[in-house]
């Protein structure tokens, strides 16, 4: 789409300025260098632009569309036939229309040179293949774009001898060529896993230049007397076409398979960062729910104790009280076994009980030993009625001082209920989408326990060249998560891609707060 909309500038602003540009050119060659400006400063500080400028306007000026556009105009002032309307239009401002291209092309460089650049710089990261041919291209289409630029400005040129002058344009064929490669390594991956647009400009630039070469030995075939070579041109440009346009139908399977695919390479580290996250919180919740077992398991044995010993008190002074403490006995030995099935797991709980289990076992004792003493239970039996009720009575006062000491639960509880109103999130799955460098992301964010509990891409519509959420994505995912944060550093070399996920999860946050 960037090429058609670029093209269509390129044939509106001949048509309009072509006269005045090429009596006063200096006017346009210094608008087309403030905006160069503009864009390649903006790309250096990392600039972000709205939606609308950033989809419609930046790949335009900052992203080569403009200048590749005016270069195929300079490039067909030469190819068509000699005579006509195209001709006579394009000729005279040949010169001019390629000084605007080189400034624009010049500020592209800059503007997308900085990503090749932050990869340099990166100690921790390499050129992909891709990556570095793309580099080694645009480094060579510089180096042969110079010379055709300083030589276009017609001070320059009057200054040259003609031959030698010719000679060095003709090296603009080597430069048109090597446009073609930069724009083929660029977005032929993109196109053969099933990209519309991209298919798309693959096919027009296809058929530009493989029409412009075959209009070019059409041109030079003719003027030696041969055959004319325009039917097989247009065939050539009907196969680009073809060839460019058959991938559109592969774009809904492929992009779906490129998500999974991504989304799968990414879940081990979003799962080793949901771990780490989550591991501290396991750790400590494990540590106080066993601390509070244990503090459970202390009062629970004092408790015991203290029924155990009036209930051997009882047994051994009153027959009657025999079978009351034999009834209370049944839930004292259930609850002492549950007890030394838990001693298995609690070493503390354990030793606790067998010390309960000793004092009882001695008071067992000792009441035997005084049983035999007495002469007659009837007579014995007042005695203990007395003594009864004044043991119970000095323990009575002490039984209520227990619940006393059971404040504890109750200042949990408000503890406990402390992080509800303070929560910052809502617990569920939100979804954000915001621009990358060139095409949307999407994620999806999990928010359990007023925390991120794990975040995915679901949609990347990026440049997965300098931009893999296979390994960059992932690289931050893993940090957000452990800092519970979308603010984290970007990744060298594809800022506006790590800007851009940084923008979707925020926008998800936004969305899962209270």
Same mark, same amino acid.
């Given at each position: 789409?960037? %090429?058609? %909309?670029?093209? @269509?500038?390129?044939?509106?602003?001949?048509?309009?300025?072509?006269?005045?540009?090429?009596?006063?050119?200096?006017?346009?060659?210094?608008?087309?260098?403030?905006?160069?400006?503009?864009?390649? +400063?903006?790309?250096?500080?990392?600039?972000?632009?709205?939606?609308?400028?950033?989809?419609?306007?930046?790949?335009?000026?900052?992203?080569?569309?403009?200048?590749?556009?005016? &270069? %195929?105009?300079?490039?067909?002032?030469?190819?068509?036939? !000699?005579?006509?309307?195209?001709?006579?239009?394009?000729?005279? %401002?040949?010169?001019?229309?390629?000084?605007?291209?080189?400034?624009?092309?010049? =500020?592209?460089?800059?503007?997308?040179?900085?990503?090749?650049?932050?990869?340099?710089?990166?100690?921790?990261?390499?050129?992909?293949?891709?990556?570095?041919?793309?580099?080694? &291209?645009?480094?060579?289409?510089?180096?042969?774009?110079?010379?055709?630029?300083?030589?276009?400005?017609?001070?320059?040129?009057?200054?040259?001898?003609?031959?030698?002058?010719?000679?060095?344009?003709?090296?603009?064929?080597?430069?048109?060529?090597?446009?073609?490669?930069?724009?083929?390594?660029?977005?032929?991956?993109?196109?053969?896993?099933?990209?519309?647009?991209?298919?798309? $400009?693959?096919?027009?630039?296809? +058929?530009?230049?493989?029409?412009?070469?075959?209009?070019?030995? !059409?041109?030079?075939?003719?003027?030696? =007397?041969?055959?004319?070579?325009?039917?097989?041109?247009?065939?050539?440009?009907?196969?680009?076409?073809? *060839?460019?346009?058959?991938? +559109?139908?592969?774009?809904?399977?492929?992009?779906? #398979?490129?998500?999974?695919?991504?989304?799968?390479?990414?879940?081990?580290?979003?799962?080793?960062?949901?771990?780490?996250?989550?591991?501290?919180?396991? $750790?400590?919740?494990?540590?106080? $729910?066993?601390?509070?077992?244990?503090?459970?398991?202390?009062? $629970?044995?004092?408790?015991?104790?203290?029924?155990?010993?009036?209930?051997?008190?009882?047994?051994?002074?009153?027959?009657?009280?025999?079978?009351?403490?034999?009834?209370?006995?049944?839930?004292?030995?259930?609850?002492?076994?549950?007890?030394?099935?838990?001693?298995?797991?609690?070493?503390?709980?354990?030793?606790?009980?067998?010390? *309960?289990?000793?004092?009882? @076992?001695?008071?067992?004792?000792?009441?035997?030993?005084?049983?035999?003493?007495?002469?007659?239970?009837?007579?014995?039996?007042?005695?203990?009625?007395?003594?009864?009720?004044? @043991?119970?009575?000095?323990?009575?006062?002490?039984?209520?001082?227990?619940?006393?000491?059971?404040?504890?639960?109750?200042? #949990?509880?408000?503890?406990?209920?402390?992080?509800?109103?303070?929560?910052?999130?809502?617990?569920?799955?939100?979804?954000?989408?915001?621009?990358?460098?060139?095409?949307?992301?999407?994620?999806?964010?999990?928010?359990?326990?007023?925390?991120?509990?794990?975040?995915?891409?679901?949609?990347?519509?990026?440049?997965?060249?300098?931009?893999?959420?296979?390994?960059?994505?992932?690289?931050?995912?893993?940090?957000?998560?452990?800092?519970?944060?979308?603010?984290?550093?970007?990744?060298?070399?594809?800022?506006?891609?790590?800007?851009?996920?940084?923008?979707?999860?925020?926008?998800?946050? +936004? @969305?899962?707060? !209270?």
């Amino acid at each position: 789409m960037t %090429i058609l %909309i670029s093209l @269509a500038a390129a044939v509106l602003f001949t048509a309009v300025c072509g006269a005045s540009l090429r009596k006063k050119p200096v006017p346009y060659y210094a608008a087309a260098l403030a905006v160069s400006l503009f864009f390649a +400063a903006a790309g250096i500080a990392g600039l972000r632009f709205p939606p609308f400028i950033n989809r419609w306007i930046v790949p335009v000026f900052a992203r080569g569309g403009l200048a590749g556009a005016l &270069f %195929i105009l300079v490039m067909y002032a030469g190819a068509v036939p !000699n005579g006509s309307r195209i001709q006579k239009t394009l000729l005279p %401002i040949r010169g001019q229309l390629s000084i605007i291209a080189s400034i624009f092309a010049l =500020g592209h460089g800059v503007y997308s040179g900085k990503s090749y650049l932050m990869i340099l710089l990166d100690k921790m990261r390499t050129f992909s293949s891709i990556q570095l041919a793309v580099f080694t &291209f645009s480094v060579l289409m510089i180096a042969v774009m110079i010379p055709l630029f300083v030589t276009s400005f017609m001070k320059i040129r009057r200054k040259m001898d003609a031959k030698r002058w010719k000679k060095l344009q003709r090296g603009a064929y080597v430069f048109y060529g090597l446009i073609y490669l930069h724009i083929l390594l660029l977005m032929l991956p993109k196109a053969m896993r099933g990209d519309g647009k991209y298919a798309l $400009s693959v096919a027009v630039y296809s +058929a530009v230049f493989l029409g412009y070469f075959a209009m070019r030995v !059409n041109k030079a075939l003719a003027r030696k =007397g041969k055959r004319s070579m325009l039917t097989a041109a247009a065939a050539v440009c009907a196969m680009a076409v073809f *060839a460019g346009l058959s991938f +559109a139908p592969l774009m809904p399977k492929a992009e779906a #398979e490129d998500l999974a695919a991504d989304v799968s390479k990414a879940a081990p580290a979003q799962a080793l960062a949901q771990d780490s996250g989550s591991g501290n919180q396991a $750790s400590a919740a494990a540590g106080e $729910s066993s601390a509070k077992q244990e503090a459970a398991a202390g009062e $629970s044995a004092t408790k015991a104790e203290q029924p155990a010993g009036e209930v051997l008190t009882a047994k051994a002074e009153d027959p009657a009280a025999d079978q009351a403490g034999a009834k209370q006995e049944e839930p004292t030995a259930g609850v002492s076994a549950d007890q030394s099935s838990s001693a298995q797991q609690d070493p503390a709980q354990s030793a606790l009980q067998s010390g *309960a289990a000793g004092q009882d @076992a001695a008071e067992q004792k000792a009441a035997q030993d005084k049983s035999p003493a007495v002469p007659a239970e009837p007579q014995t039996q007042p005695e203990p009625a007395k003594e009864t009720p004044a @043991a119970s009575d000095l323990q009575t006062p002490t039984a209520p001082a227990e619940p006393k000491t059971q404040p504890d639960p109750a200042k #949990e509880t408000p503890a406990a209920s402390e992080p509800a109103p303070a929560r910052t999130y809502k617990d569920g799955t939100y979804s954000g989408t915001a621009v990358g460098n060139e095409g949307n992301i999407t994620v999806s964010v999990t928010i359990q326990d007023d925390r991120i509990a794990s975040i995915a891409i679901t949609s990347f519509g990026d440049d997965l060249e300098y931009f893999d959420p296979a390994k960059e994505g992932a690289s931050m995912i893993s940090r957000m998560i452990s800092g519970q944060t979308y603010s984290v550093d970007t990744i060298s070399g594809a800022t506006y891609s790590s800007k851009g996920l940084r923008d979707a999860v925020k926008k998800a946050l +936004a @969305a899962a707060k !209270n």
